[in-house]
């Protein structure tokens, strides 16, 4: 548990930060937070020769509504989120999900960017964002570009991120008054990533469900937006039959992998349970 | 008198003695970061080292190839087997009688066992240096599974031991066979069962799991070439046994040996036997004459010093259909991984395991043990329990609960059915036990009562119904559990490490101004030593516990004992302190009868002094007769007022308790609730009754984390899957239940101040609890045995096992 040999730069600009990424190549990586790299360097699944810093960027913090939506500096740490008053207020969910992340500690030093660019699927935020329909700020040696969190993710910690691109900010656009959320997350212990998790957004009208949105955390290589079960429940009033159609569509996309939280088969089965829980919760506080 | 005079309450309460809730003194410098660990141990020049440690459970060492890493900038040497072999080190003895590989001597048995030691400036060079180390492996098949550990093809995991038919304890029956124990009269135990009208049989699983210490194994050795003296700082439970060992197997004389076991943040049984590291250690300061340092990772300790438990229990119990028992017949298959690196007394393979007959009057009982060789990591210790007890008190409270459930009858009253009566102690076990003293029967009412234990289960009979009727999707189990313990190892008629007898001992030395140093053979590792074993002294002999000074640790200064663990201080230290501090109070008591000018005999103990009977006006305070020990002694005494005590205990102590833990499972997801957890117990004697809590809540919480998830696996090829807190869980405040305390007081009758031990209880008793709980909760759905670990998952797939869930 001891990391390989780095050296560490710290630039204090978004440009300064991508030329030294271009220029080191392969062999350099931004460094936020450090609560995923460090653990992986530690154990030597990750020995890159740079650490770039970005906490010496100034801009790349902070957060502020433009609009209808909400911009997030990729360096706003998950405490920062749990701070603001504009994320209560505007995307309560961002709230309750960040809650669920490991601890205060982590939660300190753990920042947006990181948990959204590492691309691990047992990550809690890539999945909410996708369910917000948030796109992602990338600055590169070619510029500037928008991309969805839904086009973002490949592959477990494969991302479309290019060589020498930063991911700059987080766009979410501020969900309907009077709209519903939950985000429902089994774990075996506060600091575990999720056995399974389930994110929804929805809308109601007239007691029926009106708009939903749903996605899923760790039961695939990627973070998924499960539609089929959304659209399931779109127009009922979240009897048991319609909860029980979204849960087993929802359960159909999902391919986790067997590990110490359990089975396949259990964490598929949990997933939909997950499901069905989040859209219960969710329904309750629609307005 | 005068206001000023104080009461006897007040004299008594300024002792701070037994009995009083007094603040840990240990805890100032804990608190505030100031403790004094093995890894604060830095000396000028200080190397440190690191393994090179095998990806594969099984395979021939083909080659090691150092070659790269000696190239490692502040890479100095990189030693192996090889260079071991030139100092006979290669291989060392365990505590259990077997042998065990230091560095990979032609083959490795275990994932993750030491291969090579690296030695380095620093410890990221050294670290640098493992990464180059080249080895090559031809992987051989490797041996998970303890129930295939003697087929007849079973690969042969011990080489070394080719052609060997006996081991440390006995005929071996299979080139993977360690040893067979057997204890107690087969003959009439079969007898029984074949009289039984009842009878029940079941395989009750103790996982392999690990005690986990936050602070992991380390030390730091400085051979000191001039003095030819050896200095190692060390996480040591028994630092003494650690000097005798190095003096046996390093050839270097004893009295060259200086072992310091600094602060211990936490030991739980983990640092009880001797590792590798240190071995290799202490072999690189030898060659390099410079210290060398050797810090132990978290992968490194859940995946290769000592695990726990790992024991296979068929268990069974015969019984009259009206619920008396009539006997007990277990016979366990032991998993010791590679080596059998159990830290037990020498004569006892499986340890004390045949307390297994537990709190009930067994007339009669068969127990059969054999150990046998896995390609896993080496053990296992005694996970914060007297040794394989744990074991014991898991197989036969579940098994109560188990023949319960065949009887129809609740659990709560089979047990009360065939508890020891009080009158029956001093009571002999079936299977050879003195058990010293118990009130069990008052101690399961109290619980009884003060839980509502009617009231839970008629809720229980309430919510099976509503479960029934498909109202909830809850199920409710109530988890009895009653212990007994066997602690205080123990008396030399049956007890040794190595050939050197069990016992504790006390050196106490008062000086002039009523203050004193006392030392002993323990050594605590968080158990609060410093605060309660000054609260004996004080009692005993009047001086205020704050003018105790406590020193454990430094084999140099303290007198020779066998260490802390197995809940053996309290028992057998304890009773060395009362001892030593009853010999400097018989000394007292002379100088105070020759200052007060009276006889002896016409004197009395009266808190913190001696006064003249009859003349209560006539008094000399402990503290004066110590100013009176160093220049008015009795002509022809000599000066000074110490005292040494070796004690060796007359017999084994006895704790128990009474248990409950009422849990909720949600069946669709496995998770769980504890909703309420009470324990009552019994340690005899009660020295800091907050001291006492704290230990209750600590093992509770560790009993909790092994019934619930705590487990160290291996998966079907040998990797071990749970190397680190994220996969081996480690509860947080958020996740620990609870806890109800409470007490009932059964003194030891032969132990001086009736002090029975109270550590390990919890752990012991806890296990069981959890266990039963969940069982119970699934019985009405037709579940007779549940194996542990209880985590979500696998309580899901018992409900869905049980056609609970679809
Ligand atoms: C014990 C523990 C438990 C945890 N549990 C959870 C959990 O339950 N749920 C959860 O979501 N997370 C969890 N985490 C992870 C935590 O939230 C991390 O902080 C987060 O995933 C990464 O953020 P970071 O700022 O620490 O990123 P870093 O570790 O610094 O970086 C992570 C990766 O992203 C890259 N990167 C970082 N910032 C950028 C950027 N702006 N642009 C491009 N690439 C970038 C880095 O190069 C690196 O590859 C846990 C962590 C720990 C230690």
């Known amino acids: 548990m001891i990391p390989g040999s780095f050296s560490y730069h710290r630039p204090a600009s978004v440009a300064d930060a991508v030329k030294l990424l271009s220029d080191l190549g392969e062999d350099a990586r931004p460094l936020a937070g450090g609560h995923s790299l460090v653990p992986m360097m530690k154990l030597r699944l990750a020995s890159p020769a740079h650490l770039i810093d970005l906490h010496g960027i100034a801009g790349l913090k902070g957060i502020r509504r433009d609009g209808n939506n909400l911009l997030i500096g990729a360096m706003t740490t998950q405490h920062d989120l749990l701070e603001s008053q504009e994320v209560a207020g505007s995307v309560p969910i961002l709230c309750e999900a960040a809650l669920l992340i490991a601890d205060p500690q982590v939660r300190y030093r753990g920042t947006i960017g990181g948990n959204v660019a590492n691309g ?123 909860l029980k159609k979204a849960a087993s569509a929802a359960e159909a996309i999902m391919s986790p992998a067997a590990d110490a939280r359990g089975p396949v088969e259990y964490r598929k089965h949990v997933g939909g349970i997950m499901v069905t829980r989040a859209l219960q919760r969710a329904a309750t506080k629609a307005t | 008198m005068n206001d000023m005079t104080p009461t006897r309450e007040q004299r008594t309460a300024a002792l701070e003695g037994m009995g009083c809730k007094r603040k840990r003194v240990e805890d100032v410098r804990f608190t505030q970061g100031k403790g004094n660990y093995v890894d604060d141990v830095k000396l000028p020049g200080m190397l440190h080292g690191d393994f090179v440690r095998s990806p594969h459970p099984h395979a021939r060492v083909k080659s090691i190839n150092s070659e790269e890493a000696l190239k490692v900038p502040g890479v100095l040497a990189v030693i192996t087997a090889e260079t071991l072999k030139t100092v006979n080190l290669a291989w060392m003895p365990t505590l259990a009688g077997d042998v065990q590989m230091v560095l990979a001597d032609g083959k490795v048995l275990f994932q993750n066992q030491e291969v090579a030691f690296v030695v380095a400036t620093d410890r990221y060079a050294a670290d640098d240096g493992v990464n180059k180390v080249v080895v090559e492996y031809e992987p051989l098949p490797p041996l998970v599974d303890p129930f295939k550990s003697m087929d007849p093809d079973a690969p042969v995991l011990r080489e070394d031991l080719a052609g060997k038919t006996t081991g440390a304890h006995g005929p071996r029956k299979h080139h993977n066979h360690i040893f067979e124990w057997k204890v107690g009269d087969k003959e009439l135990t079969d007898a029984a069962f074949s009289k039984a009208e009842v009878a029940i049989k079941e395989m009750i699983s103790y996982h392999r799991t690990h005690p986990s210490p936050l602070e992991t194994c380390q030390c730091v050795c400085s051979f000191d070439k001039v003095k030819g003296e050896l200095t190692i700082w060390g996480t040591f439970q028994a630092p003494h046994v650690i000097r005798t060992v190095v003096s046996l197997i390093a050839k270097l004389p004893e009295q060259k040996i200086h072992v310091i076991a600094p602060d211990i943040g936490g030991g739980f049984g983990n640092k009880v036997g001797a590792y590798p590291g240190y071995i290799c250690a202490a072999v690189a300061s030898i060659v390099t004459g410079k210290p060398v340092k050797w810090v132990e990772d978290r992968i490194e300790n859940l995946t290769a010093t000592s695990f726990a438990r790992d024991y296979h229990m068929t268990t069974e119990i015969a019984a009259t259909r009206d619920g008396k028992v009539t006997g007990l017949r277990v016979h366990v298959l032991a998993d010791h991984g ?100 118990g009130d069990y029967h008052t101690a399961m009412r109290k619980m009884m009562e003060t839980t509502g234990y009617a009231a839970l289960r008629k809720e229980q009979a309430e919510k099976r119904e509503a479960f029934r009727r498909g109202e909830t999707r809850e199920i409710m189990g109530l988890g009895v559990s009653f212990f007994t313990e066997i602690v205080g190892a123990g008396p030399s008629k049956n007890c040794d490490i190595l050939g050197i007898a069990m016992f504790d001992s006390c050196e106490i030395r008062m000086h002039p101004t009523g203050a004193g140093i006392a030392r002993m053979g323990t050594k605590s590792q968080g158990q609060g030593h410093e605060t309660t074993w000054a609260q004996i002294i004080a009692t005993e002999i009047g001086i205020p516990a704050d003018n105790i000074q406590v020193e454990e640790g430094n084999t140099d200064t303290a007198p020779y004992g066998l260490g802390t663990y197995g809940s053996r201080s309290t028992p057998v230290a304890g009773a060395a302190i009362a001892m030593a501090a009853r010999k400097i109070k018989a000394k007292a008591q002379m100088i105070a009868a020759y200052k007060l000018e009276v006889h002896e005999d016409d004197l009395e103990w009266d808190i913190d002094g001696f006064r003249v009977k009859g003349l209560p006006e006539r008094t000399m305070s402990m503290k004066d007769i110590c100013w009176a020990a160093y220049n008015s002694v009795p002509p022809g005494m000599e000066p000074g007022l110490e005292a040494v005590s070796y004690y060796d205990p007359p017999n084994m102590t006895y704790p128990f308790g009474a248990y409950l833990c009422v849990m909720d499972i949600d069946v669709d997801t496995g998770v769980y609730k504890v909703r309420r957890f009470y324990a009552l117990d019994d340690c005899g004697t009660r020295i800091n009754p907050m001291i006492i809590e704290g230990q209750v809540h600590g093992g509770l919480t560790e009993a909790f984390a092994i019934a619930m998830g705590q487990e160290i696996r291996y998966d079907d090829d040998g990797n071990v899957v749970t190397g680190s807190f994220m996969d081996f869980f480690m509860p947080t405040a958020v996740e620990t239940p609870h806890w109800e305390t409470d007490f009932t007081v059964t003194p030891s009758p032969h132990h001086p101040i009736g002090a029975k031990g109270v550590g390990e209880s919890p752990n012991v008793g806890g296990v069981p609890a959890f266990s039963n709980a969940v069982n119970d909760a699934f019985s009405f759905l037709g579940a007779t045995h549940i194996q542990m670990p209880h985590d979500y998952w696998r309580n899901w797939k018992a409900a869905k096992d049980l056609g609970a869930v679809a």
Not at chain 1, 127 to 139: I, K, P
Not at chain 1, 144 to 163: H, K, M, N, S, W
Not at chain 1, 201 to 223: R, Y
Request: proline share 6%.
């Open chain 2, 338 to 437: 590679a080596f059998d690196a159990c830290a037990d007394p020498s004569k006892w393979p499986a340890g004390f395991f045949n307390i297994v007959t537990g709190s009930y009057d067994f007339p009669t009982a068969h127990l059969a043990v054999d150990g046998v060789y896995t390609n896993k990591a080496p053990g296992g210790v005694a996970y914060r329990c007297s040794f394989r007890v744990t074991e014991a008190a898991y197989c036969i409270e579940r098994a109560m609960d188990i023949m319960a459930q065949k009887l129809n009858m609740d659990p709560a009253e089979l047990r009360l059915k065939n508890f020891i009566k009080p009158e029956q102690f001093p009571y002999h076990s079936a299977l050879g036990w003195e058990y010293d003293s």
């Open chain 1, 120 to 242: 691990d699927p047992g990550n809690d935020m890539p999945a909410l964002m996708m369910t917000l329909g948030a796109t992602y700020r990338l600055e590169g040696p070619q510029g500037a570009r928008e991309v969805a969190a839904a086009d973002f993710y490949q592959g477990a910690y494969f991302t479309i991120l290019e060589p020498g691109e930063i991911l700059t900010s987080v766009s979410v656009p501020v969900p309907a008054a009077g709209h519903g959320y939950a985000y429902e997350k089994l774990k075996r212990k506060v600091g575990d990533y999720a056995t399974a998790a389930a994110a929804v957004v929805l809308t109601m009208a007239g007691g029926k469900v009106a708009t939903c949105t749903i996605g899923l955390t760790n039961v695939h290589e990627t973070p998924l937006l499960a539609v089929d079960a959304a659209k399931a429940v779109i127009g009922t009033s979240l009897d048991a039959a319609a």
